[in-house]
């Protein structure tokens, strides 16, 4: 379920996401927070966008600024990377998942950050089109991505 990811590969990442995964240790990085860690956006999102399983009650949390998302099983469990910092461990979505999910998501969260994203991927070192695919028939976009 978990891939440990080596943290050399990843940029620096802030310090929220490590509190955030503290506090719900349950919850993962993802959606627009999992973008700009990844630096697939230009977009600096002013909370934390965590998601957690559509079955577990999750505490307001006051600080740094979250925002949650819950997620059914289906489509919480894939895709999560385990990732070991100095300052604890996170979980964070992987790129093509969180591409995905921000397809999925497009209407609420905008569809220009979605194909910013996608476009940056694509243009990416890390880009795996086939891993892709698979991502978006779990998340159900195939016919939304496709084109």
Request: proline share 7%; glycine share 4%; aromatic share 14%.
């Amino acid at each position: 379920m978990y891939r440990p990811v080596d943290i050399a590969d990843i940029p620096d990442m802030s310090v929220g996401f490590v509190d955030v995964s503290k506090a719900v240790p349950d919850g993962v990085i993802g959606l627009i927070s999992a973008l700009h860690y990844f630096e697939l956006t230009t977009f600096n999102p002013p909370s934390i966008y965590l998601v957690v399983p559509h079955n577990k009650k999750v505490s307001k949390i006051k600080y740094p600024p979250t925002k949650i998302f819950y997620f059914r099983k289906r489509f919480f469990e894939a895709g999560i990377e385990s990732i070991a910092t100095p300052y604890g461990p996170i979980k964070i979505y992987n790129r093509e998942k969180t591409i995905c999910d921000m397809f999925r998501y497009r209407k609420k969260l905008g569809e220009g950050i979605a194909l910013e994203a996608l476009k940056n991927y694509a243009n990416s070192k890390y880009s795996d089109f086939h891993k892709f695919m698979e991502f978006a028939v779990i998340c159900q976009v195939k016919t939304i991505i496709q084109p």
